[in-house]
């Protein structure tokens, strides 16, 4: 298959010519159009990347733990522009946990494809910064109980969010040990505490901005220590919301090539104990408290140049190739180049998506 544009834009620039794929694969990047190349009619770009999302289709993942469940939310993120997911779990029983485990096992072994593991967010979290997670599930964790649900979650959990100062670090190192990326989140560690978290593996954060330490100007806190870190990332959701357009503006700045994007996006709900319930069509709330956005991948990049005011390239970058890197696939996905994986979106001149073109 080949594909053509004279607008690709690669993950560094823009540049013209011809896409050839192969077995899930781009092969090579040629100036020109191919004989028998298809002309996409638009911008190609890398496909999205949402690494935190719980459900679509009035399924909620941790309501509905079933193959089904994961499917609806697959397609429904695919028409958003995003071909990799990373289904998430809010805070909750162990039972719940291991049933969307077992739902994602089930989903691949039927030859489901999309999804690059399970996001657990919780419950090893801080109470007061909650937020929408239920307090009666928070738990301070021991080795015994993270080891269990390791061993369950083995080839299936992919990243944890957790409060680093509930965790003691040989809890942090046993996670990090099973190549489980640890993201710091629903935290009220101090600027010290989230630094030296930091520094000794954590990666990335969860949702910068909501559930975590203020920046403050006598105690700096987890949002301080995400600006001044060297080389922790975090995410964001960008619908004006969770945070205001200028907060993500201000993050972008102080967090170049560190931040990127997530949706958070929820759905509504009836059972289980988390109803989620749409509020002025554009978001949230559960038991009053805003729970999680309705965005798409898509929303989230025109919300990036049209209301945050980025460039489109950034814009793309933190869509794609970032967390990618948060999730350790940055020499596989989020740009366009030999070897990477051939996702693709066709964007056209008013942002909107023309297409979603995809290999695998």
């Not at 965790?167 to 990090?176: A, E, F, G, S, W």
């Not at 630094?195 to 301080?224: E, K, W």
Request: aromatic share 6%; with cysteine; charged share 20%.
């Amino acid at each position: 298959m080949h594909y053509f544009s004279d607008r690709i834009f690669d993950g560094d620039k823009w540049i013209s010519g011809t896409v050839s794929i192969e077995g899930g694969l781009i092969t090579s990047i040629r100036q020109g159009r191919f004989d028998g190349a298809v002309d996409v009619g638009g911008m190609l770009v890398p496909a999205f990347i949402d690494i935190q999302v719980y459900g679509a289709a009035g399924r909620l993942l941790s309501a509905y733990p079933e193959p089904v469940s994961i499917r609806l939310l697959v397609d429904h993120c695919r028409k958003g522009g995003a071909t990799l997911i990373q289904p998430t779990v809010a805070t909750n029983s162990p039972e719940v946990f291991r049933r969307c485990i077992d739902a994602v096992r089930a989903y691949r072994a039927d030859g489901g494809t999309g999804v690059h593991g399970l996001h657990l967010e919780g419950p090893w979290i801080a109470p007061e910064k909650r937020g929408a997670h239920l307090e009666e599930f928070i738990r301070r964790p021991d080795v015994s109980d993270v080891t269990q649900m390791l061993d369950y979650g083995n080839g299936v959990v992919t990243m944890i969010t957790l409060a680093p100062e509930v965790c003691t670090p040989d809890i942090i190192d046993l996670v990090r040990s099973r190549n489980v990326v640890v993201s710091a989140g629903h935290s009220n560690a101090s600027f010290d505490q989230a630094t030296a978290a930091f520094d000794s593996g954590i990666t990335t954060a969860t949702h910068l901005y909501n559930a975590m330490s203020p920046l403050q100007h006598r105690a700096p806190g987890l949002v301080g220590a995400l600006f001044l870190h060297p080389t922790a990332m975090a995410s964001v959701i960008v619908d004006g919301y969770h945070a205001s357009f200028e907060a993500v503006r201000i993050a972008c700045r102080q967090m170049e090539g560190r931040l990127f994007a997530i949706t958070d996006a929820v759905t509504d709900t009836k059972e289980g104990p988390y109803r989620h319930v749409l509020v002025g069509g554009d978001r949230y709330e559960c038991n009053g408290v805003l729970s999680g956005s309705a965005l798409t991948m898509h929303d989230t990049l025109v919300n990036l140049v049209r209301k945050v005011g980025i460039p489109l390239e950034e814009a793309l970058r933190m869509s794609s190739l970032l967390p990618a890197r948060a999730l350790g696939w940055g020499e596989k996905q989020g740009r366009i180049a030999p070897g990477f994986a051939a996702q693709f979106c066709v964007i056209g001149d008013h942002l909107q998506l023309i297409d979603v073109l995809s290999a695998a």
